[in-house]
């Protein structure tokens, strides 16, 4: 499938996105639910397919807003490679952010963490709308450098100019400039 027919399903689903949208293979969004929003600025390249990045990336880039109000915001001149983005409350991701191959972006745990709660929304059919999933915004600041592999966990807010090391496993919040990594990702120098 080309990029034509990709941009044509962002307009019927009212995806804002700006000029020069480059999208290298078939990028996966999906919208569950009501009110999502997605904003997405100028120049922003978005890789799917296998060698688009020569790290290899394992799937396609999955972009998804759930639940009601869901947001996702990229900035301009954002590149993302193979990458999920996967938002319950909200996403934001600053101008000139490079998103490495394979990364995890995920603002909510996907299921409760107590067993009660967990095996009850999965008997429900409508579980997944539920507020019982916890999720916490993710703020990704200006020109952050996110390493391959990594994972972005709920509640994390980077800084601009953040670093993040391949493989880092990331929850909290770091300051402007920090170049974090490990699992759980620490500071391991400032820029
Ligand atoms: C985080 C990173 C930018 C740091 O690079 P750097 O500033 O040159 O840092 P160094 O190589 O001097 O390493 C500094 C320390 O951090 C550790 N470190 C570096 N990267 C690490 C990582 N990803 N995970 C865990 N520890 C890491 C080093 O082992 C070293 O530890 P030490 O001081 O105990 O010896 C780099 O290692 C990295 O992970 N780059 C990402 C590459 C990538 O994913 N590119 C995108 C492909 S799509």
Redesign the pocket.
């Known amino acids: 499938m080309n990029s034509n027919w990709f941009k044509l399903v962002m307009k019927m689903t009212k995806v804002e996105y700006g000029k020069n949208l480059l999208l290298k293979g078939g990028t996966d969004r999906l919208q569950q639910g009501r009110c999502q929003v997605e904003d997405w600025g100028e120049n922003v390249t978005i890789k799917s397919s296998f060698l688009s990045?020569l790290?290899g990336l394992y799937s396609r880039t999955i972009i998804v807003t759930r639940a009601p109000g869901a947001e996702i915001e990229i900035g301009d001149n954002v590149g993302i490679?193979g990458a999920t983005i996967y938002a319950r409350k909200k996403i934001t991701i600053g101008d000139n952010t490079c998103i490495?191959?394979n990364c995890k972006i995920l603002d909510n745990d996907f299921h409760p963490i107590e067993a009660e709660a967990r095996n009850k929304l999965l008997r429900d059919e409508n579980g997944g709308d539920s507020d019982l999933v916890p999720s916490r915004e993710i703020k990704i600041g200006k020109s952050c450098f996110i390493?391959?592999n990594s994972i972005i966990l709920k509640g994390t807010v980077l800084g601009d100019g953040c670093?993040v090391?391949?493989?880092?496993v990331v929850a909290g919040k770091f300051e402007d400039n920090c170049?974090i990594?490990?699992n759980p990702a620490r500071v391991?120098?400032r820029l």
């Open positions: 990045n790290v490679s490495g191959g390493g391959c670093v090391g391949a493989g880092a170049v990594a490990g391991i120098k």
